[in-house]
């Protein structure tokens, strides 16, 4: 496989140094492995972070700014970032109001977490925490013990991050943010295989012909194989097991999210058939978000996530935001 890159070994590093030298409105640690916001921390504010395995750029850098994460911590390809490096966000982002940590539900992120927790409440700061589990193909994983936590990780953040903004104190952003995960519900599917810079291969075997229906974000096997279909079956299939679980009964905010590999005339193609049976189940869509933003490195395919929301949380999500990936209202 051909990869934009020098060595597999310093392929984090590389990013971080590039997105230092595109981003001046973030400080970039790179021997720490820290993204934080300037002039963090913010006085009065609530302090958001989060972090992950490298791979699904933008989440979780990409999403350090105004009006979301204060900080972000990445780990190595598809590895969870280590207890230090968040203890180090805790500490860069606390202005005495606390810090929330968003975690996805993969074992490795939530012992770490867990781990960071305790260590910066040694150190005297206030921590909430909050596991996102949103992804309804699977209940348990090769990662995780439960759901994993996949596309609702940007709505939590957005809507968490936009409350925190606004001055909410640390009990209010932790409990909408808890709202917003079981507000929410993802389901993914692949078309190829991702390749890890340090395999330099797919890293399972996906037939050309067929496709995997309800794969993990990191390649984790889904609910089924299945020969290719149209989009239009595709988007019946994935509306289907996400209104199945969900259930709403108020509008929703839809995520149509690419996995890194396919273009966005495909995505927008698919948002469209997305929209036709959302409508033909009568869900009505408030807002939507097209592209890519919870990645697989070169995996081609896409995840819906459905966030059903009220009054409240659409404000929040019309609220202004300056980041690298996302940017409305400033």
């Known amino acids: 496989m051909k990869m934009l ?6 392929v984090v590093a590389d990013a971080l140094r590039g997105m230092a030298a595109a981003h ?22 609530v302090g958001l ?16 700014g105004r009006g979301m994460l204060d900080a972000a911590c990445p780990g190595e390809v598809f590895t969870s970032p280590v207890p230090d490096q968040m203890v180090r966000a805790a500490a860069a982002v606390d202005s005495g109001a606390g810090v929330l940590f968003i975690v996805k539900n ?28 949103d992804d309804v193909a699977v209940l348990d994983s090769l990662y ?47 078309l190829s295989a991702c ?9 399972f075997d996906l037939p050309p012909g067929e496709l995997e229906l309800g794969v993990g974000i990191h390649g984790e096997p889904g609910r089924e194989r299945r020969g290719m279909m149209t989009s239009g079956e595709i988007a019946d299939v994935v509306v289907d097991a996400v209104v ?65 929301v009220d009054e409240e949380l659409l404000r929040l999500w019309d609220a202004p935001v300056a980041t690298p990936a996302l940017r409305w209202g400033c």
Do not use: W
Request: charged share 20%; glycine share 12%.
């Open 106 to 133: 993969y074992t490795g992120d939530v012992l770490n977490f867990d781990m960071a927790a305790e260590l910066a409440e040694d150190e005297g700061v206030q921590i909430a925490k909050v596991v996102v589990n």
């Open 195 to 203: 390749t890890t810079p340090a395999k330099g291969s797919p890293t």
């Open 49 to 64: 972070v989060s972090g992950g395995g490298s791979g699904h750029e933008p989440l979780h850098g990409g999403f350090v």
């Open 244 to 308: 199945e679980d969900l259930r709403p009964d108020a509008p929703v905010i839809a995520l149509v999210n690419g996995m890194g590999g396919t273009p966005l005339l495909e995505l927008y193609g698919f948002n469209a058939e997305v929209h036709r049976a959302l409508a033909e189940r009568n869900v009505a869509v408030a807002r939507t978000l097209v592209g890519n933003y919870v990645t697989s490195l070169d995996m081609a395919g896409c995840s819906l996530t459905l966030c059903q």
């Open 144 to 190: 995780t013990a439960g759901r994993r936590g996949t596309g609702a990780t940007l709505f939590v953040e957005k809507l968490a991050g936009a409350l925190a903004e606004e001055g909410a104190p640390l009990e209010r952003v932790e409990a909408l943010a808890r709202r917003v995960n079981e507000s929410s519900r993802s389901f993914g599917v692949a």
């Open 24 to 45: 001046p409105e973030l400080i970039v640690d790179i021997d720490h492995r820290l993204i934080v916001r300037r002039h963090a921390p913010v006085a009065g504010k």
């Open 5 to 10: 890159i020098n060595v597999a070994e310093s």
